[in-house]
């Protein structure tokens, strides 16, 4: 049975909890930061809609990412994309682990 776009997110949460340096979203996180996943402080992936995964990466890699489809630009709503960050719909939640971890890895080595 497939899963829901918040399973996807949760799945993902649960695979960080113990890594030591992954700050994990908090129940008294509301509104902005409730679905975040940070490393030494800074966002790596989030869910602000609950139902894609939004990912900091090189901003070469985001832009294979939207060329191959599988993803798409993120914006904060000023309708100007941010280079650094990529959308993944739930569609592809498949993918969300693997790109979420190539996001933590950068995070540590603090390459954008």
């Known amino acids: 049975m ?10 993902l949460v649960a695979r960080y ?14 509104g902005f930061g409730s679905a975040t996943l940070r490393c030494k402080g800074k966002i ?3 869910s602000p809609d609950r139902r894609s995964l939004v990912l900091k990466l090189p901003a070469v890699r985001v ?13 904060t709503g000023s309708g100007k ?17 693997t790109l979420a971890d190539e996001a933590l890895a950068c995070s540590r080595r603090g390459s954008r």
């Open 81 to 97: 994309p941010m280079r650094e960050w990529v959308t993944i719909p739930g569609e592809r939640g498949s993918a969300w682990a």
């Open 2 to 11: 497939p899963k829901s776009d918040l399973e996807k997110f949760a799945a």
């Open 44 to 46: 790596f992936a989030m």
């Open 63 to 75: 832009a294979e990412l939207i060329a191959a489809g599988e993803g798409a630009a993120y914006s």
């Open 17 to 30: 909890v113990a890594e030591p340096d992954v700050e994990l979203p908090t129940a008294k996180a509301n």
